[in-house]
């Protein structure tokens, strides 16, 4: 089974003449993934045509990043990659502090109450500015709102894919 892939950037421009690229990054660790040295994936949406590019420079500009590519020093040359998108493969994900987890590790997990009773599976994240809130669809059709709290959330199993909370009242 092939590795699945992280987006992690698309190329929407050309920057300058010495062959740089504008990236508008689709990553909460952009520093990380754009740092020079590291190896991207640059894969053409249209034809699934595959590029293993290595940054040798990056910069910060207008919420986008400007990307200098080893073996490209013109604007002739990077022209044709405008709408690639960047990507990396899974196990190059970066770590999370404990208690962070990536949207695709929870959305499909199977929710419990502390009592073993089985509701639902996780099907979205509302992310709210005080804490991100896990959609369940129960087993009887509805949904149930789940705020990520401590006092909520009692343990996740990323290899199960179940997560244990506790039904404070009101939540049902």
């Known amino acids: 089974m092939e590795e699945r892939l992280l987006n992690i950037g698309k190329i929407v421009n050309t920057h300058g003449i010495r062959g740089e690229i504008k990236v508008w990054p689709q990553t909460d660790f952009p520093d990380v993934r754009f740092k020079a040295g590291n190896k991207l994936l640059m894969i053409s949406p249209e034809t699934g045509e595959r590029l293993t590019v290595e940054v040798t420079a990056a910069r910060e500009q207008k919420k986008m990043f400007i990307l200098k590519l ?10 044709q990659y405008k709408g690639w998108e960047l990507k990396v493969t899974e196990s190059e994900r970066a770590p999370l502090s404990e208690g962070e987890y990536y949207v695709q590790d929870i959305v499909g997990c199977t929710v419990i109450t502390d009592e ?54 009101g939540l049902l």
């Open 70 to 79: 080893a073996a490209f020093n013109n604007i002739n040359q990077v022209e």
């Open 116 to 169: 073993d009773e089985t509701l639902g599976t996780i099907t979205d994240i509302i992310t709210t500015g005080a804490n991100d809130v896990w959609v369940v669809k129960l087993d009887k059709g509805k949904e149930l709102l789940v705020p990520v709290i401590d006092d909520v959330v009692l343990s996740v199993d990323i290899i199960e894919r179940k997560v244990q909370i506790h039904l404070m009242e």
